[in-house]
């Protein structure tokens, strides 16, 4: 009985040296109030909405211009991670010379732009756009079923 309690207690000693030392080595979470303050300094502006997403805060952030930017901050040590040197409309043109036609959609992702474009020719395309140098990455025709025709696209 005492070998069972024994053995027990040192069970319970090592958990919690064991959780003191992980808790140890784990580096302090950024507050999203700082990260807002990172993100401001990087972009200025007015922080729109801000969330933690992964292991970054997602900060929206609405410039002095007026257009609204994405930036990334690290949430373990506060460094902006990802940011917006290309704009939602340069990002836009960008992907629009690569392919011509109709404009549908921007959506930022970390550090890149997806762009969905009908062409002239009706086919549509996704068309990836790196958010720090504004290259085209990846260019790609993309199906989907349009319910109002009962059809796959072209």
Do not use: C, H
Not at 31 to 36: F, S, V, Y
Not at 70 to 97: H, P, Q
């Amino acid at each position: 009985m005492q070998k069972k309690a024994l053995s027990g207690l040192t069970g319970l000693i090592l958990l919690f040296v064991a959780s003191l030392s992980f808790s140890a080595e784990q580096k302090p979470m950024t507050q999203m109030e700082d990260a807002i303050i990172a993100a401001k300094k990087y972009l200025p502006g007015t922080a729109i909405k801000a969330e933690l997403v992964n292991v970054a805060f997602e900060i929206m952030i609405q410039t002095e211009a007026g257009s609204l930017e994405k930036v990334f901050v690290n949430a373990e040590d506060g460094t902006v991670i990802k940011g917006r040197l290309v704009s939602r409309e340069e990002a836009a043109d960008i992907a629009l010379k690569s392919v011509r036609g109709k404009l549908v959609s921007v959506e930022p992702e970390a550090d890149l732009y997806k762009v969905r474009i009908v062409a002239n020719t009706g086919t549509t395309y996704e068309v990836t756009v790196n958010a720090k140098n504004g290259e085209v990455e990846k260019k790609k025709r993309i199906r989907f079923y349009d319910e109002e025709f009962g059809a796959w696209s072209e």
